[in-house]
DNA sequence: CGAATCCGCAACGCTATGGTTGCACATGAC
DNA sequence: GTCATGTGCAACCATAGCGTTGCGGATTCG
């Protein structure tokens, strides 16, 4: 099977990215390195305890890291679970292309093998 | 700047990606090409009108299609926005990728210009 | 025609999600 | 020591998400 538990995860990962408070905290993550929760928040819309709860959720799903430093907390952003997210999009895509194949296959063989 | 609405169109993307049950949906359209909503119901754990709701919502992120087909209707994937998906988690690991070029580059040159 | 499918709409319930606020606890700066 | 900053915990609220059921309207098949 290509799918049990493996799906689950996928969609975590993706239920992860699918906000966009959470999104914009992951480029921020993306382009300028490890923060803290409040450097995050500033130039954000929501409380800082908002941004908090998303990092947890993304934490959650393996996309950022917490280290703790002195008195405040950085995030990292962990770009291997961006690549699994990719691989299964190749996944799905890959399977649209065969199918493709197949159907092509199909109508350019008028005469399949009789018997 | 890189991202206004164009983030939340990826959020959408994500969000409809983001549920185990419409990424059933998505793989089994990928693997098998179009069917209908009650033939994705078949295998599933849920009722059709929930698997028609899914359909609808990645519909709304431009993931799926329909098309009449006599007293049936036949959704489709739309494996565009499945690139669409892609080409957003390149722009976050190029981002990273440049991010820590910086870094190393900081930490292998011990003495910056002075002055 | 009648029967069997398949779709579309609407009402409803439950839970999770995203957000807020308030306050107590560490830790670093002066 | 004192003050400022940053974090952690908890309660609370509103709404959107996911799922169900029930029923009426098309459309194909016999």
Redesign the interface.
């Given at each position: 099977m290509s799918?049990a538990g493996e799906?689950?995860a996928?969609?975590?990962?993706?239920?992860?990215?699918?906000?966009?408070t959470r999104?914009?905290v992951?480029?921020k993550?993306?382009?300028?390195?490890a923060r803290s929760a409040t450097a995050l928040s500033h130039g954000a819309k929501v409380s800082r305890q908002a941004i908090v709860k998303h990092l947890q959720v993304l934490e959650g799903a393996g996309l950022v890291t917490h280290e703790r430093r002195g008195r405040e907390v950085l995030y990292a952003?962990e770009?291997r679970r961006?690549?699994d997210?990719?691989a299964f999009?190749?996944g799905?895509?890959a399977?649209?292309d065969?199918?493709l194949a197949r159907?092509r296959q199909l109508v350019e063989e008028p005469e399949p093998p009789r018997r």
């Open positions: 799918t799906r689950a996928a969609a975590e990962l993706f239920f992860a990215l699918g906000d966009r999104l914009s992951v480029q993550l993306g382009a300028g390195g952003l770009p961006l690549d997210a990719r999009l190749d799905v895509s399977g649209w065969r199918a159907l």
